[in-house]
């Protein structure tokens, strides 16, 4: 059973950086497609980014291209998602997802069987 736990959420002001983590246990990270969903009160839960079992391959939702990082440290079983440039609008609850094979639909939610229980982020103007 995969287990993920989510860390380094917080409150920040616009154009500040947070820089979440997800520590994997159960599975070999290796072979863990994983990604990062938020979801924020009142809407859909939505895939933010997600990243290749080897971190060879990784893709972005077009709202946080070019301000959000995802990689992968499989020594460690360890997600992370640096998030730079922060925005109001990026204010949700983050969550790690993971899938044990590579998906074609990223940010499909449903094909991740696997979640943490989530982790804060507010941004203020």
């Known amino acids: 059973q995969v287990q993920l736990v989510e860390s380094g959420g917080g409150s920040v002001q616009a154009g500040g950086s947070l820089r979440l983590s997800c520590a994997a246990s159960?599975?070999?990270?290796?072979?863990?497609?994983m990604g990062w969903f938020r979801q924020a009160p009142g809407k859909e839960r939505e895939g933010v980014a997600a990243?290749?079992?080897?971190?060879?391959?990784?893709s972005y939702a077009d709202s946080v291209k070019g301000r959000f990082t995802i990689s992968k440290d499989n020594a460690k079983n360890t997600l992370h998602l640096q998030m730079n440039n922060l925005k109001p609008e990026d204010t949700a609850m983050y969550y790690c997802?993971?899938?044990?094979?590579?998906?074609?639909?990223?940010?499909?939610?449903?094909?991740?069987?696997?979640w943490g229980q989530g982790t804060q982020v507010t941004v203020s103007p």
């Open positions: 997802a993971a899938v044990r094979s590579r998906v074609r639909s990223p940010f499909s939610k449903d094909l991740y069987p696997y």
């Open positions: 159960g599975y070999i990270a290796s072979r863990l497609y």
């Open positions: 990243i290749d079992t080897d971190g060879s391959s990784t």
